[in-house]
């Protein structure tokens, strides 16, 4: 029982905001596919799979963020107790767990067509490649976006096997949705991350968070505006697409860079976020 324990804490699968995070994008993209493709079907199928590769990818990147991270981990009041970082279990193990998951992630891959296997191969390479970043370029909060996001080109790819403007729009608006939260999820951590010389937006915009989040919440919506032009109206997509809205800019209201538990609090506000532009978008499909 001991050791379920510490693999569900290092795969964070108690903490389901992660893996959410990480599947709500697909979600969008199966949705705004299934609006030029109504078949309905695949999209329920393919829905159910995304989900599950959300949660093992994502369980993977935690162990992987983990051992690159052990001794920096060792050094955060709020990652200090982390299994790798506390020691109650091997790198060994670790890697091994990550293979499992990874295994398991390419046995649902390989249930798509040969153009989205492609894509979901390169975004391993992104995936891994994320935990060296915030070593190198204050920026790692925008190479996160890149990467959490890239389920969105997937989705559209597994239902209209082609690329379009429409999804890259998507695509980028959920960057810098990406970017604008995971600063707030950063500014938990600035004090632990500036004395061991760790690098991100919410440092670089500590002295006015609220200032850089808005701005990324701005261009989210400026990019969802220009998407979805042709549906906004009287209508109940754009009544969810406000309350889509208004749950971003909460964010920065609720958030206090001098309280922590308020940025952890905005954070966890995106999972609502992701499920009510999903139904936004599906909205549009009945």
Request: glycine share 4%; proline share 2%.
């Amino acid at each position: 029982m001991n050791h379920i324990n510490i693999f569900i804490q290092l795969t964070r699968l108690n903490k389901p905001i992660g893996y959410m995070l990480l599947f709500w994008p697909c979600s969008w993209g199966l949705a705004l596919a299934f609006l030029l493709n109504r078949d309905e079907i695949n999209f329920k199928y393919f829905l159910v799979l995304f989900f599950l590769g959300s949660v093992l990818m994502r369980s993977a990147g935690c162990i992987i963020n983990d051992i690159v991270d052990k001794d920096i981990d060792k050094k955060v009041r709020r990652t200090k107790d982390r299994p790798l970082a506390a020691d109650k279990i091997s790198i060994f193990q670790s890697l091994i767990y990550s293979g499992i998951l990874c295994s398991l992630a390419f046995l649902i891959l390989i249930q798509f067509n040969m153009f989205t296997i492609i894509l979901g191969l390169f975004s391993m390479l992104l995936a891994f490649s994320y935990p060296f970043m915030k070593r190198i370029t204050y920026w790692p909060q925008l190479f996160l976006g890149l990467t959490f996001n890239w389920g969105i080109v997937m989705a559209w790819t597994s239902m209209i096997n082609g690329v379009s403007l429409e999804v890259f729009l998507l695509y980028f608006a959920a960057i810098f949705w990406t970017l604008g939260y995971d600063t707030i999820y950063g500014l938990q951590d600035i004090v632990d991350d500036e004395i061991i010389g760790m690098k991100s937006t919410s440092i670089k915009f500590k002295k006015n968070p609220k200032l850089f989040v808005s701005c990324c919440y701005i261009i989210t919506l400026i990019l969802l505006c220009v998407l979805f032009k042709e549906f906004l109206g009287s209508n109940f997509f754009s009544l969810l697409f406000f309350v889509f809205l208004s749950s971003l800019f909460y964010q920065i209201y609720v958030f206090n860079l001098k309280i922590p538990s308020t940025c952890l609090r905005a954070f966890k506000i995106n999972n609502f976020s992701g499920i009510l532009l999903f139904l936004s978008i599906i909205s549009l499909a009945y």
